[in-house]
């Protein structure tokens, strides 16, 4: 377990010592939401409807970003090699990794989301439950884009090849996870988000995990 | 441990297991995989063409059409059955990665890697046919459909699979990891094909609906059960001949490098 905690640490201190390609998610995240409302005008009746569905799409592109480095930057330098030998299994190490992901761009994107949003019109009273959903929704997010990370390690032209796997494996979280911003009692929305997220809080990292192996055997 | 990249062939094939291990290990040598298929791949290759060619004909020509929809139901000859085949690949896509994270089956990899474009074509014919019935039917070439969704993203899936499949220089690898995306795929399908639906239903009343009066008379039955055997056997067809073309292009592709590696030109 100390070792599980170390890696996280080490994730967040090279987070910290790189801020910048955190940072340039983040900042992904507010040019994006105003080029949505820049290419359908201002009027916000238009913008207002639509702030929902495109603060989820673009906090989905917006993970996409940083997962291209998760496992790449390790592997290429060695790292990874260290890290399964380490003690921890692969499993593990995948986990660690997702939960790096998730606090420093799930987190940041889930508090910076409510200012976006209100810059897309949205109604105030609106942005708590926008909020709610992205919770669940964000560490989804990691969970399945760092899957896809993990499988697409080492590939030739990776870049292209990472979001072409991991965005059909997000469809259910963003219909959920959007249905349940919009819908008046999203009981059911919230429900089966919580559902993905059990089915995926496991299978995730196992995936990544064999993934993993394959990658450095 | 070693690397047989390449040559499947040289890979040792342990001592079985099991009975199930012993009765997969009997079919993992692509040797004998060549001496079942080669004779039989002509003839199959041919009852497929001739199947599909006698059901499309009644289907097109003779059948009646349907009082409804007029001459555009006959596409339907085409639709129907290309879809059927378009999930049950999907089907053997996901046997085929747990045959080959499970057993690491050789000959699983490499159907693996083949059967990808096979299915993804017949889920393109599926969209394409389906969307050249609804213009006539529905008055547009496309609609935010569950059915037509789900399948659209079965096409994404299936892309994935084959881009992954074919990205890495080292293909044990690609098969490792294509094998693990096609498992994941397998369980995430019927949760992305209910949230598609359930999307579906929240976004849209039922204004229209695909299956319809689904009273089918014999007449049209019977030649979408001959289309629907030609596909199957046209998609074992095509699957066989392209492992068995798989196969061979590993072979060649190990004779060079042992060529190579001896200083030969």
Known sequence: MSRFLALIRRELILALRHAGDSVAS????IIAASLFAFAVGPSPAVLSGIAPGVIWVIALLAALLPLNRLFAADYEDGGLDQLMVSGLPASAVAFGKIIGHWLTTGLPLLIIAGPVAI????????????????????????????????????????TVLLPLIALPLMIPALIFGAAGAVTPHPIAEFAMLLGLLALFLPLAPLAAGAALRAAVS | MPDYTGDIDARPIGAPQSKAGAWLHRFANPGR???????????????AFVTTV????WGFFYAPADWQQGIASRIMYVHIPAAWVAMNGYAALAICSLLSIVWRHPLADIAAKEI???????TALCLISGSLWGRPEWGTYWVWDARLTSVLILLFLYLGHMALIRAFDNPQHGYRAAAILGLVGAVNLPIIVFSVYWWNTLHQGNSISVTGPSKIYVTMLYPLIICTVGFYLAFAAMCLGRISSGIMENRARALLLARAERGGA
């Open chain 2, 116 to 122: 990808g474009p096979v299915g993804a074509g017949f």
């Open chain 1, 119 to 158: 810059m897309l019109r949205l109604d105030a009273s609106g942005v708590p439950q926008l909020l709610l959903t992205l919770l669940p929704g964000t560490i989804l997010l990691s969970l399945v884009g760092g899957m896809s990370a993990a499988i697409t390690l080492g590939a030739r032209g990776g």
């Open chain 2, 33 to 47: 995989f060549q001496r079942l298929v080669q004779p039989i791949l002509p003839w199959l290759t041919m009852v």
């Open chain 2, 54 to 57: 006698v059901g499309l004909v």
């Open chain 1, 26 to 29: 983040l900042l992904f995240f």
